[in-house]
């Protein structure tokens, strides 16, 4: 399974962005999908997934600003970014883990919030 992120740039505080994650190649094992992120000199942490059956989760941070979906007929996975702050500056990494409990990873977009 292959994952291409896209969607990351610059954006003042309070402003909104969308990133997308495409998934191509073994498709049928993607299960569960979610994107990570990493700032300057923090770990990975997670922001949110979503399972194969469209159940959702999300890091405290981000509730009731990012939300999450897939298109499972295109393969793609969305993060719909709102009142973003620069502490959501971070590189945004997108995942999935498959029904053999494989994990993959995207390369990565970058997201920078001006204040």
């Known amino acids: 399974v292959q994952l291409q992120a896209s969607g990351g740039g610059l954006v003042q505080a309070g402003g909104s962005l969308r990133l997308s994650c495409a998934a191509s190649g073994n498709t049928f094992r993607v299960n569960r999908m979610g994107w990570y992120r990493q700032a300057p000199g923090m770990s990975r942490e997670l922001v949110a997934y979503i399972t194969g059956g469209g159940s959702t989760n999300y890091a405290e941070s981000v509730k009731g600003r990012f939300t999450i979906s897939r298109d499972n007929a295109k393969n793609t996975m969305y993060l719909q970014m709102n009142s973003l702050k620069p502490e959501d500056t971070a590189v945004y990494y997108c995942?999935?883990?498959?029904?053999?409990?494989?994990?993959?990873w995207g390369q990565g977009t970058l997201v920078t919030v001006s204040s």
């Open positions: 995942h999935t883990q498959t029904i053999y409990y494989d994990d993959y």
